[in-house]
């Protein structure tokens, strides 16, 4: 009879047994399928939150406010400061002939004193050149009617067309005039070329 009761327990603690696993089975599948779910969810709001009205139907004005990457259109360059090797660099260069020399001498001898203005001679130990523009200035050409005698009759020459008044502006002094009292001067470089002859040979060196 005892040996009987114990086969009897064994049996029920293996039902019961069976029982348990099946029940832990049918929970291991549905929390796998509730896994499933859940990262099919956030793949899906992953997906939402990087569409905006460029890649999907979305109008701009659903799009959020994004600092969009800025990307060069050309490739960067690793490059160093200053002139870049092998280029060949453009810069002032002391001319042989100078328009102007203004010589500086000393004004008087720092050990006795003596003066000496008036005085021209000295050797040039150093030398700076400076580049400038001449300051615009005007040239008056004044045009004379001549007269001259010939059988018997008085004959004069004739002003130019273009020489109309006693006094007026030519064509450069014009635009001379138009800059001094401050009306636009982007001829400023014209009067400069067409005024001063020898400018256009300066600016082109």
Known sequence: MPEQASTT????????????????RAEVERLQAENARLQAENAELRRRLGMNSSNS?????????????MTSAL????????????????????????????VHLPKQCQQ???????????????????????EPKLEVTEHQIGEIECCGCAQQGAYPPAVRASVQYGAGGAR??????GRPHHAVGTNLLSVHGLVRLRIEH
């Not at 006795?112 to 001449?134: H, I, K, N, Y």
């Not at 001379?176 to 009292?181: G, K, L, N, S, T």
Request: charged share 35%.
């Open 9 to 24: 327990s064994l049996l029920i603690r293996l039902e019961n047994l069976e029982i348990e696993t099946g029940r832990l």
């Open 57 to 69: 139907h979305k109008p701009p004005s659903s799009d959020e406010y994004r600092k969009k990457a």
């Open 75 to 102: 490739p960067k360059e690793k490059r160093n400061f200053g002139g870049q090797t092998g280029h060949t660099g453009k810069t002032l260069r002391a001319v042989e002939k100078p328009d102007n020399v203004v």
């Open 112 to 134: 006795c004193g003596r003066s000496f203005e008036g005085e021209s001679a000295g050797r040039v130990v150093s030398t700076r050149q400076v580049f400038d523009l001449p």
């Open 176 to 181: 001379f005039r138009d800059e001094a009292v």
